[in-house]
């Protein structure tokens, strides 16, 4: 052990004299611009009910329920991908991945600002892992099944269906890998946090101990349906190995290492017999393990091994014509990102600045420096991609009652999310079903983060992060949208979109209506009969109603027909809709004020206002009123104890929602009767009393609150 850790020390000694900085030409791009992107994109990945309380404000709580099937807490980390499920490798990789970053690159993270969002994503991370192992043999590494959830496309909030805990690690069925990475995430999360909180850090050094000793003890690889299947989980073991070694100094665990290298049978012939030159990703931690061995350990064999390993991305894995180095055809653009931080983590213990050029040559190439002159950071420069594949950043939702489609433009931008990239040949298609290309990842972007922290050390002075629009809340735009469907001298029927665009976050929407206005001045003179005229609804995924005709101003023969959504709708809600008269005389619309501007082809119509519970919220009446930008968007004036949200349901959310209060997450609640609603037993204070009887009530050991509905 004194020779390793002497080793360790002049290693880091010479650390001190290596250039810490390159003094280079003008750089081609900020690097700590693209540096600040890449961590935002793990907030719009966010999974439970703390989402959106960050600064991605288009996310909101999502899967508040998960692991109730098993009767646990396992709400928390984030979601894959483009989708929803939380899957063990590619998880539990990632976290060990960006933690690594953190470790090898805190002082860039400090100096540009992004110490506090990185920390603030690795806690996540970690209070999701401890949570997953709430006994000694149990680790629960999957929530959700990624065959329902890829038939899905909407946003997470959105998304009701019950998601199994889909697998768990036990001695039966072991997941040795998934508990080697989860165990480097939390034995890093105790290094980069020690020094903050060290309790918290401490209790991340256990469960890491822990579940390091449950995958040594009961071998076998985790499963991942037919998504991630993993080839062996030797490498992951070794990693956690490795950050336990570091984070403890226990001799026992860099032992643990030689016995798995053995296993692996690597270096058995007395030389380096390792020739698998794969990189840093879900399902491979080993160049890791090699990079960090080469400086912790005096055995040459790992040295050669990692220098061999880098030799090959330098010089002879095959590159597109345009110079990105090219390892698989399923996103490109990941493992040369990776390979970056690789590198450059070498570099930064040896000063070899062979790994230094390769990693701008890689990460120049990603952010713009290719033949398209297309960035493959989303948000990042003028031309990126624009149809990532990610259902929250799409904000569409397929099938009813929205029936919208996710290739049609994105109502957010996903800063900083890293896509497949470019193939061989240099060529990008902006795709959302070609996601070979647009595929987006926490593993695509765990090895980006890295390389970017790396490239701000060193070619980023005097750099700083750009601003981010579109993050913040938006107000909710509310419009129509129509068209003639028919038009006889009986009547008229209109195809009509009505539209609730709530981003900030996605909900549906209760109360809303819209109106059409006729003007029944041809019927003047005569005793107007209005049950003579009909109002019909012809079709509607939300089930729409309609009222008959109502006076607006009966001096001047305006009337109007009022399109309900009893159900609450989410941001496009279609509606055919019909009024006619079938006695003699003539159905006129040319004066009918809702009429103008309708033609055979869509078009938005300022003429067809939109009401919230009576009031309305966008477009113009008759008598020229528009709604006031100043007043909030009205809410029913009835409230429910316990109604936290105000979605007219006493459930989960709200519960959840009174946790983050009184646990200090939130400082009011959103909806505006929501504090009110929160104070369940009326007495004017929330307090753990409200909390204790809401949970009651949702165990059914209550079947009312103490107070009175207000």
Wanted: proline share 5%; with cysteine.
């Amino acid at each position: 052990m004194k020779k390793l850790i002497g080793l360790t020390l002049i290693v880091l000694c010479l650390v001190t004299i290596i250039p810490q900085s390159v003094i280079a030409d003008e750089p081609k791009f900020n690097y700590v611009d693209a540096f600040a992107k890449s961590i935002l994109f793990y907030e719009a990945n966010w999974c439970g009910p703390d989402a959106g309380n960050n600064r991605i404000k288009w996310r909101g709580p999502c899967h508040i329920e998960d692991g109730k099937d098993v009767g646990l807490d396992l709400t928390g980390g984030f979601h894959d991908c483009g989708d929803h499920v939380k899957f063990g490798l590619p998880q539990c990789a990632s976290a060990s991945t960006l933690a690594w970053a953190y470790y090898e690159f805190s002082d860039v993270f400090i100096e540009k600002g992004q110490d506090e969002y990185m920390l603030n994503i690795l806690k996540h991370f970690c209070d999701y892992f401890m949570k997953c192992y709430p006994e000694k043999n149990k680790f629960y590494y999957q929530v959700g099944d990624g065959d329902i959830d890829h038939q899905y496309w909407g946003p997470p909030e959105l998304q009701t269906y019950d998601r199994p805990t889909y697998y768990v690690a036990t001695p039966e069925n072991p997941g040795s890998d998934v508990a080697g990475d989860a165990a480097a995430a939390l034995a890093l999360m105790y290094l980069n946090y020690k020094d903050r909180d060290l309790a918290y850090a401490e209790k991340c050094l256990q469960y890491a101990k822990d579940l390091y000793e449950f995958g040594m003890t009961y071998r076998g690889n985790s499963k991942g349906q037919s998504y991630y299947l993993p080839r062996d989980y030797l490498d992951e073991l070794m990693w956690g190995s490795i950050w336990l070694y570091v984070a403890t100094g226990e001799q026992k665990y860099m032992d643990n290492v030689d016995k798995l290298m053995v296993e692996k049978r690597i270096g058995d012939s007395g030389g380096n017999s390792f020739n698998d030159n794969w990189t840093q990703c879900w399902d491979y931690v080993l160049t890791g393990v090699f990079i960090k061995l080469a400086v912790l350990s005096d055995n040459p064999l790992y040295k050669e091994i990692a220098e061999d390993h880098l030799d090959y991305w330098q010089n002879r894995l095959k590159s597109s014509p345009g110079g990105i180095r090219f390892l698989d055809s399923w996103g490109v653009c990941k493992y040369p990102a990776a390979e970056s931080m690789v590198q450059l983590v070498y570099y930064k213990y040896t000063g070899d600045k062979r790994c230094l050029d390769f990693a701008k040559s890689q990460i120049d190439y990603i952010l713009g420096d290719n033949p398209k002159k297309m960035s493959y950071v989303v948000g990042f420069g003028d031309n990126y991609p624009k149809f990532p594949h990610h259902r929250a950043a799409s904000g569409r939702l397929e099938g009813p009652p929205a029936d919208e489609t996710k290739n049609d433009p994105q109502r957010h931008i996903l800063y900083g999310a890293l896509v497949g990239g470019a193939d061989i040949n240099d060529e990008y298609f902006d795709d959302i079903d070609m996601y070979v290309y647009s595929e987006t990842g926490l593993d695509y972007n765990a090895g980006l983060v890295g390389a970017l922290a790396g490239m701000s050390k060193y070619f980023g002075q005097g750099q700083m992060p750009e601003p981010v629009p579109d993050i913040e809340a938006k107000p909710t735009e509310y419009y129509c949208e129509a068209k003639i469907y028919e038009e006889s001298s009986s009547g008229i029927t209109v195809d009509l979109n009505m539209y609730n665009i709530v981003t900030s976050p996605p909900q549906y929407e209760p109360g809303l209506s819209c109106r059409y206005f006729i003007d029944l001045s041809e019927y003047a003179g005569e005793n107007i009969d209005l049950s003579k005229f009909v109002t019909k609804v012809y079709y509607s995924p939300a089930g729409a109603e309609i009222s008959g005709l109502k006076p607006w101003d009966k001096d001047k023969n305006i009337y109007y027909v009022e399109i309900s959504f009893p159900n609450p709708v989410y941001a496009r809600t279609y509606v055919q809709f019909a009024v006619y008269y079938y006695e003699n005389k003539l159905w006129d619309s040319s004066n009918d004020f809702s009429y103008k501007g309708l033609t055979n082809t869509y078009k938005v119509l300022e003429n067809i206002p939109v009401y919230k519970y009576g009031v309305q919220v966008s477009g113009v009446d008759p008598s020229g009123n528009k709604p006031d930008d100043t007043t909030p968007t009205p809410e029913p004036t009835k409230y429910i104890y316990g109604d936290v949200n105000g979605d007219g349901d006493i459930n989960s959310v709200d519960y959840a929602l009174i946790k983050m209060y009184l646990l200090g997450m939130i400082k009011e609640f959103e909806y505006e009767y929501g504090s009110k609603a929160a104070d369940v037993d009326g007495n004017g204070v929330i307090n753990s009393i409200d909390y204790a009887y809401m949970k009651m009530y949702l165990l059914g050991m209550i079947k009312e609150f103490p107070v009175e509905e207000k």
